[in-house]
């Protein structure tokens, strides 16, 4: 089966500081892209941040970065100088091609960014 | 990446009555999906919608419950019917799966049921 698990539920950070949000995964397809999305007290949901499993290069996008271990199947995503904007609610995602391209979610993890 | 107009952003409605969300995309789009997400919880898919072909439901979810219009490769409807209190949930609606663009969300529809 196909899963995403993220096993933070919630965290907090101050502000400015660092934080490392983890997320493992399970997929037998050989070519994919992951996804870390943010979703703010809007609802909205944002594209934060890509990683092509075929590149060992760990994706960056200003201050988030993404660490990509594709043996261990481990896709974890760092926010830097964490800024009182960030505070949301983060899924790990990644399309089961498999499966008409659905995105298969994370339980999601609550940051909490505290002045 | 696409634009996705979703409506109506929020609604309260009595149960037993029916509420059809809309979503409108700025371009043309072979696959949309629709996501229930559940208070604190993740986005769970209720079906994909792919333009002249009925919806593929997920398991748990059927068509007489949420039935999806997908009259052409910009548009899609969902509709809640018989809508009960359990039914109190954001729906969402998505489009994307070309490769690293990733996918697109609308602005997501708040559904209170009293």
């Known amino acids: 089966a196909q899963t995403v698990t993220q096993s933070q539920p919630e965290m907090s950070v101050q502000e400015a500081e660092t934080v490392t949000l983890s997320c493992t995964y399970d997929?037998?397809?050989?070519?994919?892209?992951l996804f870390w999305y943010k979703q703010p007290p809007s609802r909205q949901m944002i594209l934060v941040i890509r990683q092509e499993a075929y590149k060992q290069q760990n994706a960056t996008e200003n201050r988030f970065s993404v660490n990509f271990q594709k043996a261990a199947k481990s896709f974890s995503l760092k926010i830097s100088d964490s800024q009182l904007g960030d505070t949301a609610m983060y899924f790990c995602?990644?399309?089961?091609?498999?499966?008409?391209?659905?995105?298969?979610f994370g339980q999601g993890t609550e940051l909490s960014v505290k002045p | 990446s696409a634009v996705i107009s979703q409506k109506p952003s929020r609604d309260i409605c009595q149960r037993g009555t029916s509420l059809t969300i809309q979503c409108q995309v700025d371009?043309?789009?072979?696959?949309m999906f629709w996501y229930r997400q559940q208070p604190g919880q993740s986005l769970t898919l209720i079906a994909t919608?792919?333009?002249?072909?009925?919806?593929?439901?997920e398991s748990g979810f059927v068509i007489d419950k949420f039935p999806i219009s997908r009259p052409n490769l910009t548009f899609s409807t969902l509709t809640v019917s018989n809508m009960s209190p359990e039914d109190s949930s954001i729906y969402l609606c998505?489009?994307?799966?070309?490769?690293?663009?990733?996918?697109?969300f609308g602005s997501g529809t708040r559904l209170t049921v009293v």
């Open positions: 998505s489009v994307g799966g070309q490769g690293a663009s990733g996918y697109t």
């Open positions: 919608a792919n333009q002249g072909s009925e919806a593929t439901y």
């Open positions: 997929t037998s397809e050989n070519n994919y892209y």
């Open positions: 371009s043309q789009v072979t696959m």
């Open positions: 995602a990644f399309p089961s091609y498999n499966q008409g391209g659905k995105l298969i």
